[in-house]
């Protein structure tokens, strides 16, 4: 009898214990992976520029509203527009979760900037993720808004409502507050945008 107690009692604790590490394998290997191209970790450290790199981006970079970080670039544009990036994987749920937010707010700014919003795609903008790599060190969802400000990870510990607003103010800011019945909306909070 005491035998099956013991079974009743260890069996859950073992299971527990199982998925715990199966949680943090999978969490490990979807940070550690090159994420759309199938490569094994230690081919992110060779996409990753070195400090010696040109166009690395180095030093401690300021933070602004939302969870974005403050570049020192200048600010990146393609026909006069400012430049927006995202990367990120169809198999990351915080990618699925970023990537319609952002797709929402740059549809606001239609005529004001220029997206390149890739999921599963590396390569065609190659030179702004390696640009970037210390960064975001191979970790996805990836924004780059402007070449100015930059995110790794999404904004869901914010809420959709505030990563929202504060994408819409930092590229208020990118654009010089155009357009201006967007703008308008984020006046508070493109005040706060370093």
Request: proline content about 5%; charged content about 25%; glycine content about 8%.
């Amino acid at each position: 009898m005491a035998e099956k107690n013991l079974k009743t009692f260890t069996t859950p604790i073992i299971v527990a214990l199982l998925v715990i590490v199966a949680f943090l394998a999978g969490m490990f290997l979807t940070k550690t992976r090159y994420v759309g191209q199938g490569k094994a970790p230690e081919k992110i450290a060779q996409a990753t520029p070195t400090p010696q790199q040109e166009g690395a981006v180095l030093g401690e970079l300021a933070s602004t509203i939302g969870s974005f970080s403050v570049t020192k670039e200048e600010i990146c544009q393609e026909d006069g527009k400012p430049l927006v990036y995202f990367f990120g994987s169809a198999s990351c749920p915080h990618c699925t979760w970023e990537h319609p937010i952002l797709e929402k707010v740059t549809a606001k700014f239609d005529d004001s900037i220029s997206t390149h919003l890739y999921m599963d795609d590396f390569e065609t903008d190659k030179q702004i993720w390696n640009k970037y790599g210390q960064i975001h060190s191979g970790s996805v969802p990836f924004i780059v808004l402007g070449c100015r400000y930059v995110q790794v990870g999404s904004g869901e510990n914010l809420g959709e409502e505030e990563e929202t607003k504060a994408l819409t103010a930092l590229m208020c800011k990118l654009t010089e507050g155009e357009p201006k019945e967007i703008c308008r909306e984020v006046a508070d909070l493109i005040e706060q945008v370093e």
